[in-house]
């Protein structure tokens, strides 16, 4: 490689600043189980997929309760109006900023895996398999009865 290419290179390099060093911070309004927007830019939580606005669980006993809608507010309800930090990793196919959100220190992606509200994503990541896990094995919302995963619902709806 000759030294033009080279400083070229690095220079690119160098100019490049990667997504994961980008921080998102404010107070923000929960879009979905898994979608909150900060002044203006829509932020997919990382590594995680909540039951859809419109989607339905079932509990135990058969009846149908609005799990999407439900996972969107326990969201809301654990955000409150406080400031939130998300640190971008990526970019999804819609324009979404991809990130891990804390409030208070409390990675939010987790928190909603953990009290059964989302699913570990793990066509994209293994970060809350584990937390799956314990949600799943305690029974914890989602958990405590059946439902479609929600990639598998947004195909039969037909939904992005």
């Not at 879009?31 to 997929?49: K, M």
Request: hydrophobic residues 40%; charged residues 25%; aromatic residues 8%.
């Amino acid at each position: 490689m000759t030294m033009l290419r080279m400083i070229s290179f690095l220079a690119i390099l160098l100019s490049a600043t990667p997504a994961s060093a980008i921080e998102l911070k404010g107070v923000a309004s929960v879009i979905d189980g898994d979608t909150v927007e900060i002044r203006g830019t829509r932020i997919r939580l990382h590594g995680i997929d909540a039951p859809e606005t419109r989607q339905l669980c079932t509990r135990p006993s058969g009846q149908s309760w609005r799990c999407g809608q439900q996972a969107a507010l326990a969201l809301s309800d654990r955000i409150g109006r406080r400031s939130v930090i998300c640190v971008a990793r990526d970019t999804d196919r819609y324009g979404r900023t991809i990130a891990v959100c804390s409030q208070d220190g409390v990675d939010l992606n987790a928190w909603m895996v953990a009290e059964g509200w989302a699913v570990a994503y793990r066509r994209y990541s293994l970060d809350y398999a584990s937390a799956e896990t314990d949600a799943r094995r305690a029974g914890r919302n989602i958990w405590s009865g059946t439902f479609v995963m929600p990639w598998d619902w947004r195909r039969i709806a037909r939904i992005p």
